[in-house]
């Protein structure tokens, strides 16, 4: 499980994602959600942002002052294109240092991505880059225990993981952020999704 790998999947379909998924309301009652939560609205980053801008638009449209972030450069590319007045990184989320503290940070369908010894330390990264009361949106892998799996989208492999929903929360807890909505949200499919805040 190799983020480089992953972002050169990416890549590949970054042009159809963008087709594909730019008027998609898939996320967006989520975002909505967790957008309820936050006291407060001055940054906020799209971890995993890819090409379609959509949690970019609902973002901007609420007042924050919206950045997005993904390993691959397709994507950041055609996200550019879209939206010229925001600031995008092309970085891997591991290696990522953040510069500001934010009051909201999703991470849609994105660290689910990462290797298995990666997701501790990237949400408390994402956790630590929250300013007070600031509000951390993400999805993640379901079931008690951690585990790996692999699956095919639009032709490319894909490989995911997860800590286990009880692990990720003890990780929350450790890092000053209180869980405030937690769903399957595709039951019966495992897939969750955290609405979480700091304290």
Same mark, same amino acid.
């Given at each position: 499980?190799?983020?480089?790998?992953?972002?050169?999947?990416?890549?590949?379909?970054?042009?159809?994602?963008?087709?594909?998924?730019?008027?998609?309301?898939?996320?967006?009652?989520?975002?909505?959600?967790? &957008?309820?939560?936050?006291? !407060?609205?001055?940054?906020?980053?799209?971890?995993?942002?890819?090409?379609?801008?959509?949690?970019?638009?609902?973002?901007? !449209?609420?007042?924050?002052?919206?950045?997005?972030?993904?390993?691959?450069?397709?994507?950041?590319?055609?996200?550019?294109?879209?939206?010229?007045?925001?600031?995008?990184?092309?970085?891997?989320?591991?290696?990522?240092?953040?510069? !500001?503290?934010?009051?909201?940070?999703?991470?849609?369908?994105? &660290?689910?991505?990462?290797?298995?010894?990666?997701?501790?330390?990237?949400?408390?990264?994402?956790?630590?880059?929250?300013?007070?009361?600031?509000?951390?949106?993400?999805?993640?892998?379901?079931?008690?225990?951690?585990?790996?799996?692999?699956?095919?989208?639009?032709?490319?492999?894909?490989?995911?993981?997860?800590?286990?929903?009880?692990?990720?929360?003890?990780?929350?807890?450790?890092?000053?952020?209180?869980?405030?909505?937690?769903?399957?949200?595709?039951?019966?499919?495992?897939?969750?999704?955290? &609405?979480?805040? !700091?304290?």
């Amino acid at each position: 499980m190799n983020p480089n790998a992953t972002a050169a999947r990416y890549n590949q379909i970054a042009l159809w994602w963008q087709t594909k998924h730019q008027d998609s309301p898939y996320g967006i009652a989520q975002l909505e959600q967790a &957008i309820k939560f936050t006291s !407060k609205r001055h940054s906020a980053i799209d971890v995993g942002c890819g090409s379609s801008g959509r949690f970019i638009n609902i973002l901007s !449209k609420h007042g924050f002052q919206a950045e997005g972030l993904d390993i691959s450069t397709e994507m950041i590319n055609l996200a550019k294109h879209l939206h010229p007045e925001i600031t995008f990184y092309t970085e891997d989320i591991c290696c990522w240092i953040p510069g !500001k503290l934010y009051s909201l940070i999703s991470a849609w369908d994105s &660290i689910f991505h990462l290797p298995l010894n990666m997701q501790q330390p990237v949400i408390k990264k994402l956790c630590d880059a929250l300013d007070s009361d600031g509000v951390l949106l993400f999805t993640c892998g379901g079931g008690h225990t951690k585990s790996e799996i692999s699956g095919a989208f639009q032709g490319q492999d894909f490989e995911y993981s997860t800590l286990g929903v009880d692990a990720l929360l003890r990780i929350l807890k450790r890092n000053h952020c209180t869980c405030r909505h937690l769903e399957y949200d595709q039951y019966p499919e495992n897939h969750v999704y955290i &609405i979480a805040q !700091k304290t």
